[in-house]
C-alpha cells in the first residue's frame, strides 16, 4: 500500500487512512457520544496523526455546531493537512443554501478553499442535481478542489456522478459506514459502483463506535448516550463484537499489532479510506500504526469471513431519490 493515494479521480493526495474530528471542539450535544478531554488532547491527537503519516482530517460543519471545523483549522494553520468538511441540508435548507453554508465553513476553517467538500446526508428535500450543479460551481469558483457525497445509496451515487461529470467534475468520494461489524457497502451495490465509476469510500465508524478495539464489554459498558444512540452497545451486540475482536486475536498477535489496527488495515488494503474518531494523542498514534500492518491475502479472506453474518445497526436510512428543491 503506497504512503498515499488519490481520492478518486480528483487531484487530491492524501494518506490512506484519516481522522474524523467528530467529537473535537468545545463540548456540545451534537458531538453525539462525548468530547474529547480538551484542547491539549485534540493538539496531541493532530499531531499524532501527522507524525504517524496520516494527513487527512474529516469534518463537517454540524459537528460541535461548527466547533469541530473551528479547531481544525485552528490546529491545522501552516500543516500539510487535507481537511474534508461537510455541507448539511437540514430543513429549511434548499441545495441555494451551500455557498453560504461553504462561506462560513471556509471562515470557521481560516482558508479560502478547502480539500473536499461532501454533502453530509441526501434528504428527500433537496435535488441531488442541483446540489452537485452548486458543487461544480464551488469548483468552478476555486473555494473547492474536490467534491463528495456521503450516506449516498448506490443509486443516488450515480445520479450525482452523471450531473458532475456533465460539469467537467469527478466525484471523489463516497463517505458511508462501514467496518468489520457493518457491511452494508458490500450488498448495497455501493462498494461494486465505487469500484466501476473511480469513487473511493471513506469508511466511517471504521471501529464501529470504539467496539472493534475491544474495550468495551457488558461487564465494562460505554457510556449511556452512545448504548442509547446505536445497537452496537446493546449486551447481546457487544459479546458478538467481543467473539469478533477475540477471534482476532491470532492475527493481532502476528502482527504485534492491536485490534483497531487490524479493523482499520482490513478496509485500507481494499482501497477504502477508514477515518476512525481518536480523542485523544495515544488513540491516534495507534490508530495511525494500521499504516505499518501489512496483512497477507489469506489474512484478509480469514478476517473478511469472520463477520460477514452482522447485519445490525440499521442507523442512518438512506432516504428515497428525490427531485424535490
Ligand atoms: N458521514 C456521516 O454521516 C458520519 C457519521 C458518523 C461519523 N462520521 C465520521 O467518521 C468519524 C469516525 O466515526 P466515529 O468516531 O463515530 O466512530 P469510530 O471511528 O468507529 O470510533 C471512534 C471512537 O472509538 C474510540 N477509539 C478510537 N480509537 C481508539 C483506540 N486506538 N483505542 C481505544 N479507543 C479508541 C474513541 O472513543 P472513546 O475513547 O470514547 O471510546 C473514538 O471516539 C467521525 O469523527 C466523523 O468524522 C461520519
Known sequence: MADSLRLGKSAIQCSPLGLGAMTWGEKAWSTAYGGTGGRA??????????????????????????????????????????????FMPRPPRTSGALPKALDASLKRLQTDSVDLYQIHFPVPWVSIP???????????????????VSNYSE??????????????????????????????????GVLDACKE???????????????LTGKYA?????????TRMTPTFNPAEVK??????????????????????????????QGVVPIPGAK????????????????SVTELAEISALASDWKHIKWPRAPRLSDRD
Open 130 to 148: 442541483k446540489l452537485m450543479h452548486r458543487l461544480a460551481d464551488a469548483v468552478e469558483a476555486r473555494k473547492v478542489r474536490a467534491v463528495g
Open 240 to 269: 458478538s463484537a467481543a467473539l469478533v475482536t477475540e477471534s482476532l486475536a491470532r492475527i493481532v498477535k502476528t502482527h504485534d499489532a492491536t485490534a483497531s489496527q487490524v479493523a482499520l488495515r482490513w478496509l485500507i488494503q
Open 41 to 86: 488532547d485534540e493538539e496531541a491527537a493532530f499531531k499524532a496523526s501527522l507524525k504517524g503519516g496520516v494527513n487527512l482530517f474529516d469534518t463537517a460543519e454540524m459537528y460541535g455546531s461548527g466547533n469541530s471545523e473551528r479547531r481544525l483549522g485552528q490546529l491545522a494553520q501552516g500543516s500539510k493537512a487535507v481537511i474534508a468538511t461537510k
Open 155 to 188: 443509486v443516488q451515487m450515480r445520479q450525482a456522478h452523471a450531473v458532475l461529470e456533465s460539469r467537467g467534475v469527478p466525484l471523489a468520494t463516497n463517505q458511508v459506514q462501514y467496518s468489520l461489524l457493518y457491511r452494508k457497502p458490500e450488498s448495497d
Open 280 to 295: 485523544d494523542g495515544e488513540q491516534a498514534k495507534q490508530n495511525a500504526g494500521a499504516l505499518k500492518v501489512k496483512l
Open 218 to 226: 457488558i461487564a465494562k459498558p460505554t457510556d449511556r448516550m452512545r
Open 197 to 211: 465509476l473511480g469513487v473511493t469510500i471513506l469508511a466511517y465508524m471504521p471501529l464501529a463506535m470504539g467496539a
